[in-house]
């Protein structure tokens, strides 16, 4: 069983940038792929990045190109979301999501484990 927690949501002013971590409780991370989804109230959840066991896909919602990026520390075992010029549409809770030896899928069924979700409030 893998444990997932999510750190560095917060609130931010537009334009402000935000670093979430995703932390995991195993030491073999490395293979698994990660994903960083996200669900503002009322609504759906939806992947906003993703990244490969091997790192060699990422996945990038059209919605936050250029302004999100995910990384991972493999030695750390910790999985980043880096999001830059926020906006109040990136309102939302983030979760991140993890599969064993898995692609950057961008749909929820794809992982089997899930954080508890931080949330990240952007205002305008």
């Known amino acids: 069983q893998v444990q997932l927690v999510e750190s560095g949501g917060g609130l931010v002013q537009a334009g402000g940038s935000l670093r979430l971590s995703c932390a995991a409780s195993?030491?073999?991370?490395?293979?698994?792929?990660v994903a960083w989804f996200r669900q503002p109230p009322g609504q759906e959840r939806e992947c906003v990045a993703a990244?490969?066991?091997?790192?060699?896909?990422?996945y990038s919602a059209d919605s936050v190109k250029g302004r999100f990026t995910i990384s991972r520390d493999n030695a750390k075992n910790t999985v980043y979301l880096q999001m830059n010029v926020l906006k109040p549409g990136d309102t939302a809770v983030y979760y991140c999501?993890?599969?064993?030896?898995?692609?950057?899928?961008?749909?929820?069924?794809?992982?089997?484990?899930w954080g508890q979700g931080t949330q990240v409030t952007v205002s305008s």
């Open positions: 195993t030491r073999t991370f490395s293979q698994y792929a």
């Open positions: 999501a993890a599969d064993r030896f898995g692609d950057a899928y961008w749909t929820p069924n794809e992982y089997d484990y």
């Open positions: 990244i490969a066991w091997n790192g060699r896909n990422i």
